[in-house]
T-cell receptor, first 114, second 115 residues
């Protein structure tokens, strides 16, 4: 059953440490998205990939956040020098292409920064 | 920039009651509109979508939504809710033109259905 897979499902880290979050999109989906879901805040757009390129990085909260996508498939979201305000659920979604194709979401990575 | 407003944070209903969840968006151009649902412990999934044509769209599980362009609204409705509809519901909008990839979500409405 090829859905969007995210790992780890949970991550607890100490303030100041770096973390990497991984997303395996549905095979054949060219568009990939990262969102952040905080309690009571809805979904905050972080970054969008079309293939391996990220035409829009405007949602990344700070320069501590970066993301890459390789082979038009797997994507990694990296947060350097984590802060407590980074605690949230990080959601990855993929779609066949941009625009009208519905997004297929993974189960997310719950990040807790202590 | 587009934005989405969902009026209710938490709605509590008894089974068989009718449901209407409000959603308003702000964007000056042509939009694509979506409702997503997140059941407890599950990932977000598409409930229904509107691109063009008939402003009344039907989705899964008996849900429907009506696009009223003059009111910039896309309210979600269901005539008779079930306990299994307990979930969080998110309204989302994307533009139909350039930059149409970015889906902007509302903050969500949590629905609790009491048996």
């Amino acid at each position: 059953g090829a859905g969007v897979s995210q790992s780890p499902s949970n991550k607890v880290t100490e303030k100041g440490k770096d973390v990497e979050l991984r997303c395996d999109p549905i095979s054949g989906h060219t568009a990939l998205y990262w969102y952040r879901q905080s309690l009571g805040q809805g979904l905050e757009f972080l970054i969008y990939f079309q293939g391996n390129s990220a035409p829009d990085k405007s949602g990344l909260p700070s320069d501590r956040f970066s993301a890459e996508r390789t082979g038009g498939s797997v994507s990694t979201l990296t947060i350097q020098r984590t802060q407590q305000e980074d605690s949230a659920v990080y959601l990855c979604a993929s779609s066949l292409d941009r625009g009208r194709s519905p997004l297929h979401f993974g189960n997310g990575t719950r990040l807790t920064v202590t | 920039a587009q934005s989405v407003s969902q009026h209710n944070h938490h709605v509590i209903l008894s089974e068989a009651a009718s449901l209407e969840l409000g959603c308003n968006y702000s964007y000056g151009g042509t939009v694509n509109l979506f409702w997503y649902v997140q059941y407890p412990g599950q990932h977000l999934q598409l409930l229904l979508k509107y691109f063009s044509g008939d402003p009344l769209v039907k989705g899964i599980k008996g849900f429907e939504a009506e696009f009223i362009k003059s009111k910039f609204s896309f309210n979600l409705r269901k005539p008779s809710v079930q306990w299994s509809d307990t979930a969080e519901y998110f309204c989302a909008v994307s533009s139909s033109g350039a930059g149409s990839y970015q889906l902007t979500f509302g903050k969500g409405t949590k629905l609790s259905v009491i048996p």
